[in-house]
């Protein structure tokens, strides 16, 4: 899988249909916790670069529609690829970030809410995990949103900008890799791509970049 920008990347369009799943842009999170589904985290002035550089590498891409999940940094990141190709965003809820418990907390291991005894028997399944929404659920859920958004522009291009773990655990989902994982070694940079390239219904290819380079996987920043 490549590491380069869409542009070079690789991917085929034409008789194909691809779908472009996107992590969104740095958000505004000056006391580091886990926002998850919480309202109100808008981008970075560093994320809105990040966004609008992705736009620009789509700039001259068959993009025919843009899926957002509902959450404002997802919106704001979808905003520019959408405008630069005249569409209106569709806000899809199967894009949105995991369900977590730990949502408004820090989780750093030392000041955080796992270094915590009472947080603890949360932890007690990663495999499922038992802090969250269930990795299988997640995966299927993704899938729906991208087999909307491969309907919604047979023949061309689509953008769907979701969040780290959902985008992640589709992927591992769609190539066979057991779903539980360690999230310091998730391959989904800020503002990341995945692309999805299909033959018809069949996935042929999955292909990843970072046109706005690459940056740490942050537990914070799903």
Same mark, same amino acid.
């Given at each position: 899988?490549?590491d380069k920008a869409?542009?070079s990347?690789?991917v085929?369009?034409?008789q194909h ?8 842009g740095?958000?505004?999170?000056p006391?580091?916790?886990l926002y998850?589904r919480?309202p109100?985290?808008?981008?970075s002035?560093t ?5 609008q550089?992705?736009?620009d590498?789509l700039a001259?891409h068959d ?9 404002q940094?997802a919106?704001?990141t979808a905003?520019?690829i959408? =405008?630069a190709?005249?569409?209106? $965003?569709v806000?899809n809820?199967? +894009? !949105?970030?995991?369900?977590?418990v730990f949502e408004?907390?820090?989780v750093?291991?030392?000041?955080g809410?796992?270094s915590k005894?009472r947080?603890w028997?949360?932890?007690r ?10 990795y299988?659920q997640l995966?299927?859920?993704m899938?729906?949103?991208a087999t ?5 522009a047979r023949?061309?291009e689509?953008?769907?900008v979701s969040h780290q773990?959902?985008v992640y655990t589709?992927r ?9 994982h360690?999230p310091?070694?998730?391959q989904?940079?800020? =503002?990341?791509?995945?692309?999805? $390239?299909y033959?018809g219904?069949? +996935? !042929?290819d999955i ?5 706005a ?9 799903a």
């Amino acid at each position: 899988m490549s590491d380069k920008a869409i542009r070079s990347s690789g991917v085929r369009t034409g008789q194909h249909t691809v779908v472009h799943m996107m992590r969104h842009g740095e958000v505004h999170n000056p006391d580091g916790i886990l926002y998850g589904r919480l309202p109100g985290f808008r981008l970075s002035e560093t994320g809105r670069v990040q966004a609008q550089t992705v736009a620009d590498s789509l700039a001259d891409h068959d993009v025919a529609a843009v899926f957002a999940s509902p959450l404002q940094r997802a919106q704001e990141t979808a905003t520019p690829i959408a =405008a630069a190709h005249g569409l209106e $965003i569709v806000t899809n809820e199967d +894009l !949105i970030e995991s369900d977590n418990v730990f949502e408004g907390l820090k989780v750093s291991v030392g000041d955080g809410a796992l270094s915590k005894p009472r947080h603890w028997p949360k932890l007690r399944d990663p495999f499922t995990p038992s802090w969250g929404e269930p990795y299988i659920q997640l995966a299927h859920r993704m899938l729906g949103a991208a087999t909307t958004a491969r309907d919604a522009a047979r023949g061309h291009e689509v953008v769907c900008v979701s969040h780290q773990l959902p985008v992640y655990t589709l992927r591992r989902f769609l190539e066979g890799q057991r779903l539980w994982h360690d999230p310091r070694r998730r391959q989904c940079s800020l =503002a990341s791509v995945t692309s999805l $390239i299909y033959d018809g219904d069949a +996935l !042929i290819d999955i292909v990843y970049s970072e046109p706005a380079g690459a940056s740490d996987p942050l537990i914070t920043g799903a």
